[in-house]
Every structure is written in C-alpha cells, then in structure tokens.
C-alpha cells in the first residue's frame, strides 16, 4: 500500500559467494535488471528466457548447504604453498565465457559510486546483503550502493537513496545525455520497491571523463510500482511456480530468438490453457487480413510492419516440435540459415604463426578527397567580400 513503512527481508548474504553461487540465489525471485524483462522492455533477454532461468532454480536450503560445505572445504584445505618467487594467480579461466561489456559494468561500479560520492558530497555505502519483498517474496533487489543524504528540512544524514551504477559505450552517450533509459528507471522503481525508499540515482559513465559522467533521480510513483508488482506476481505464480510457458507479446530480436531456440531444445514445459487450435484460427485469420490490407497500399507501412510483427510472435509457439504447420491460407515454417564466423583477431593472438600462414590480409587502395570542416563556408565567405 502507498506510504506504508516496511523493511526489506534478508535473503542472503553474497559476500564472498562465487559467481555461480549468486546466480543460482537470485533465481529465486525478480532481481530489479530482471523487471524490464518482466514488463517487456529488454532488448537483451525475452520472458520465455526468464521463465526457463528462474525454474531451474534449486531450493534455497539445499544452496546454503552447498555453500557451507565449500566454505569449509575450502578452511580445511588451506591455501597452497606459494611458489618461489611471488605469488601466482589464474585471473581468469580460458575456456570460461566472457560478456565483456557486463564485466566492464560490473568492474567499474565502484569507480563511478567513488565519483558520484565526491561530487555530490555525501557517503555512499555497499550493502553485500540481498534483500527480498516483505510481502512479495519473488521480488528481490541486489544494490549497487546505497547513498545516505541530508534530510532537506534538517539536514542530517539520514535519507537513504538508492544508486544504480551504469557504464554505458560513448555510442550512446547523445541518447544518455537526454535522459535515463527506460528500463534502467523500471529496475530503480523496483528497487525502490523492495528497499521501500523514496528516491534513487540512475549515474552513467560513458567513456573515462568528467564530461562523459551523467546523473538522473527518480522518485517513486506508486501507481507505476503496482504495475511492477502486478505483472512480476503473474509471471511468477501463474507460470514459473506452475511450470506453464509464458510468451512473447512484444516483438523484438530476443524474442525470436528465444522462441526459435526453444522450439529446437528438448525443454518441454505445459502450455497455457488458451493455447488451442481456435486460437490459432483466430489468429492466422488476423495475420491474413492484416497483410492483405498491407498489400492493399503496396507498401508495409510501419504500423501495419508492427501489426504484422506482433502477430507472428503469437503464431510461432504454435510451431513448437513442428517443421511446418499449415492453417487455413497461412502456412507457418521455421527458417534456418547456416552461416560459417570466425574470430580472426582471437585466432591471431592465439596462433599467430598459422594466422600469418594461411591468413592473408588483401588491401586495396583508393583515391579520396575531402573537404575541411567549415572550409566551404569560408571560401564563400572571401569570394562576397
């Protein structure tokens, strides 16, 4: 309920758990990067990739088990004798995947909080603790850090305000410097949430300058968390906890292409009640009438494209462990395209005696001509004068 006072439960403590062990915990719930997800506003990940992420889940005693034991393990066996000159340390494992723009995000959060701390002038904790909803279980928040600011009235430091960290690519810099993106305000609206506080800072970093550093504050809005909470309560007890399928509703890359990785794994979870041939009739009679009014014009305009968009979305799961599937005019098939990659820089560095024997490098040259910046202008300018 709006200006309800609560406290965030302990749900447990990351501090030196592995990687692996803070993914397995926060399958337990809606971490706030995952609400944009939830309310189909990722371009990065699609509810079908949620869904089968949070139901592989592990019970969350037999994870505090594991843990204990490899803290004890790893008490008993000590640490190995160092060698004779130094200390040596593997940073990272070869053959372990590597998302180098998360690891950037991750390895710079302290940077930019430390940076944000000076030049608002006020403390900036880390709180290692995961917290969870007090009555909405399934929500869960991991915070950047937690700023402590002066109460506008007294001006005691008493205020607590959520930090979300963020370096974002200097690509995106000209859309940072206009706002915060929408689905980094929907995961401070879930934080917020589960912390209960009433104001969080959304700070970008986009390149490593005083000029790239951009800082938003977001105030909480009760009506735009109850939608939070509404759609994150459906998704989670009427799919997740029953293992039904949720789908796609908004068109995007990752949703096609988490539709077309699942239909050619062998998960296989139940489907929704309203999943019928009926639907499917329905339908496929829209998509036929949609593109028949498209062709009408001689042209797919962007609204009929998104139409026509959304609707295939709807059509795909009824493809599952099909190859093709007629209905009606409508003839629905999977389309698959092999295409062979490499990466000749990795390969480079690793073998770069075969790179220099059977790699060949063809340059080819070109005659370019360019005109300086503002030099037309003043040519014009000295043939008026």
């Given at each position: 309920?709006?200006?309800?006072?609560?406290?965030?439960?302990?749900?447990?403590?990351?501090?030196?758990?592995?990687?692996?062990?803070?993914?397995?915990?926060?399958?337990?719930?809606?971490?706030?990067?995952?609400?944009?997800?939830?309310?189909?506003?990722?371009?990065?990940?699609?509810?079908?990739?949620?869904?089968?992420?949070?139901?592989?889940?592990?019970?969350?005693?037999?994870?505090?088990?594991?843990?204990?034991?490899?803290?004890?393990?790893?008490?008993?066996?000590?640490?190995?004798?160092?060698?004779?000159?130094?200390?040596?340390?593997?940073?990272?494992?070869?053959?372990?995947?590597?998302?180098?723009?998360?690891?950037?995000?991750?390895?710079?959060?302290?940077?930019?909080?430390?940076?944000?701390?000076?030049?608002?002038?006020?403390?900036?904790?880390?709180?290692?603790?995961?917290?969870?909803?007090?009555?909405?279980?399934?929500?869960?928040?991991?915070?950047?850090?937690?700023?402590?600011?002066?109460?506008?009235?007294?001006?005691?430091?008493?205020?607590?305000?959520?930090?979300?960290?963020?370096?974002?690519?200097?690509?995106?810099?000209?859309d940072v410097a206009f706002g915060p993106f929408y689905h980094h305000i929907i995961q401070c609206r879930a934080a917020m949430c589960v912390m209960n506080a009433d104001e969080a800072i959304i700070a970008y970093l986009c390149d490593n300058n005083d000029g790239s550093f951009y800082a938003y504050r977001i105030y909480r809005d009760y009506d735009k968390e109850a939608e939070l909470i509404q759609a994150a309560k459906t998704l989670w007890l009427n799919h997740i906890q029953k293992e039904i399928l949720p789908f796609p509703t908004v068109p995007s890359d990752a949703?096609?292409?988490?539709?077309?990785?699942?239909?050619?794994?062998?998960?296989?979870?139940?489907?929704?009640?309203?999943?019928?041939?009926?639907?499917?009739?329905?339908?496929?009679?829209?998509?036929?009438?949609?593109k028949a009014a498209a062709n009408e014009q001689n042209q797919v305009t962007e609204d009929y494209k998104a139409v026509l968009e959304e609707l295939e979305i709807q059509l795909a799961p009824y493809l599952f462990s099909k190859k093709e599937l007629v209905c009606g005019d409508l003839t629905l098939r999977w389309k698959q395209q092999k295409r062979r990659s490499m990466d000749y820089d990795a390969f480079k560095l690793a073998y770069p005696l075969l790179y220099a024997r059977y790699v060949t490098d063809n340059i080819s040259t070109s005659f370019e001509v360019k005109v300086k910046k503002g030099a037309a202008g003043k040519s014009k300018k000295k043939e008026a004068a």
């Open positions: 309920m709006p200006n309800e006072r609560y406290r965030p439960v302990p749900f447990v403590d990351t501090a030196g758990l592995t990687r692996e062990e803070w993914l397995e915990y926060r399958k337990h719930g809606f971490g706030a990067s995952d609400m944009p997800v939830v309310m189909e506003s990722s371009e990065y990940k699609s509810v079908l990739a949620l869904f089968q992420e949070k139901v592989s889940r592990r019970p969350k005693e037999e994870l505090d088990r594991m843990v204990a034991e490899r803290r004890e393990r790893e008490a008993e066996e000590g640490s190995p004798l160092p060698p004779l000159f130094g200390t040596q340390e593997l940073i990272i494992d070869p053959n372990e995947d590597i998302n180098l723009p998360a690891e950037c995000g991750h390895a710079l959060e302290p940077v930019i909080g430390k940076y944000l701390s000076r030049k608002m002038g006020v403390p900036i904790y880390k709180d290692t603790m995961m917290y969870a909803h007090p009555h909405y279980p399934f929500l869960l928040v991991d915070l950047d850090f937690m700023a402590i600011c002066p109460d506008p009235q007294t001006g005691e430091l008493c205020r607590r305000v959520i930090v979300e960290c963020k370096n974002v690519t200097h690509w995106k810099e000209n949703a096609r292409r988490e539709l077309a990785e699942y239909a050619f794994s062998d998960y296989r979870y139940a489907l929704p009640q309203d999943f019928s041939e009926e639907n499917l009739s329905e339908l496929a009679s829209r998509y036929i009438e949609a």
